[in-house]
Structures are given as structure tokens and as C-alpha cells.
């Protein structure tokens, strides 16, 4: 089965900085779309950010965050800069292995880690 490991959450202040990074060992995306997606409780799943031959971002996160991926380590990064409460979240990293282009919408990928909490104080 495959798997996507997502790391890097953690506490941090209002202002602060984190990076995740989403590893999936045994198995290459090298050719597929990734994306970050997050989930407070009590609200819908919500689009971050997601990389193909581009990247895409939700307006939320637009010139804060930044997704990167290394090929070479088959792992997906989401530098996480200027954080504020609101972006308290379990954050979820995905893969579209067919690259479909609908990165914003949860229900065309094909694989999704487990999440890690990343939790803004004010």
C-alpha cells in the first residue's frame, strides 16, 4: 500500500516559520502533481498549495507559503513562513498520480498521508 509521510509540525508563535515535508518511501512521484491540503476542526478539508510542472496556491496562503518538491529524495516540501493562528490545521499532503490539472479539489487525488498538526499561537 502505499504510503505518503508527512513531518515537520509542530507549536509555533504568530510569525514563526515551519517547514513539512511529505516523504513517500518505496515508491516514486516524480511525474505526479502533489498537494498540500489542511483541515481545522469543525471546517472542510481546504486547498494550500499543490506543484506539477507549476505551483498553485490558496489565496489564504498566497506569499507566505511555498511548495517545493526534490525529486532525487521523492519528497514534497511546504515552507510555512509568517504563520498566523488562523493557519492552525492538520495538513495533509496528497499525490495525483495522473497530474489531472483540478489541484484544487481534494477528490482527484489518489493518495493522502496521515497529516500533521501544526498549531499557531497568537
Known amino acids: 500500500q502505499v504510503q505518503l509521510v508527512e513531518s515537520g509540525g509542530g507549536l509555533v508563535q504568530a510569525g514563526g516559520s515551519l517547514r513539512l515535508s511529505c516523504a513517500a518511501p518505496?515508491?516514486?512521484?516524480?511525474?505526479?502533481?502533489m498537494g498540500w491540503f489542511r483541515q481545522a476542526p469543525g471546517k472542510e478539508r481546504e486547498f494550500v498549495a499543490a506543484?506539477?510542472?507549476?505551483?498553485y496556491y490558496g489565496d489564504s496562503v498566497k506569499g507566505r507559503f511555498t511548495i517545493s518538491r526534490d525529486n532525487a529524495k521523492n519528497t514534497v516540501y511546504l515552507q510555512m513562513n509568517s504563520l498566523k493562528p488562523e493557519d492552525t490545521a492538520v495538513y495533509y499532503c496528497?499525490?495525483?498520480?495522473?497530474?489531472?490539472?483540478?489541484?484544487?479539489?481534494?477528490?482527484?487525488?489518489?493518495?493522502w498521508g496521515q497529516g500533521t498538526q501544526v498549531t499557531v499561537s497568537s
Open positions: 496528497a499525490a495525483d498520480v495522473d497530474s489531472s490539472g483540478n489541484y484544487y479539489y481534494p477528490t482527484v487525488y489518489d493518495y
Open positions: 518505496g515508491r516514486t512521484f516524480s511525474s505526479s502533481a
Open positions: 506543484i506539477s510542472w507549476r505551483t
